[in-house]
């Protein structure tokens, strides 16, 4: 599987962004998708995850409540919906698939995508 995020950019704390990540690969309805992101001097972190089928979703502390994550297996992408923006919520933003049920550990996932930023302004 391979793996493209986009749709980071800049916006203003209170604001919203969509992130997209695209797979290619014909097993991706059978991984769980997962977003971490890592901010500067930071350890990448867990954000969202996903179960295979779309009907289960996961959500760290710190986004629950703001963050939507969800899938559509038929044109292979997976979304991260973030509103309410914070200034702490300003990150690389990756995803990441693994084959099976998800985790919030990074290193479980074998598939990752290459990162986009995002900047909250306060």
């Known amino acids: 599987v391979q793996l493209q995020a986009c749709g980071g950019g800049l916006v203003q704390a209170g604001g919203s962004l969509r992130l997209s990540c695209a797979a290619s690969?014909?097993?991706?309805?059978?991984?769980?998708i997962a977003w971490f992101r890592q901010a500067p001097g930071k350890e990448r972190e867990f954000v969202a995850a996903i179960s295979w089928s779309g009907g289960r979703e996961y959500y760290a502390d710190s986004v629950k409540g703001r963050f939507t994550i969800s899938r559509d297996n038929a044109p292979k992408k997976a979304y991260l919906q973030m509103d309410s923006l914070k200034p702490e919520d300003t990150a690389v933003y990756y995803c990441a698939a693994r084959a099976g049920s998800y985790s919030a550990y990074d290193g479980g996932y074998n598939y990752w995508g290459q990162g986009t930023q995002v900047t909250v302004s306060s």
């Open positions: 690969g014909r097993t991706f309805s059978s991984y769980a």
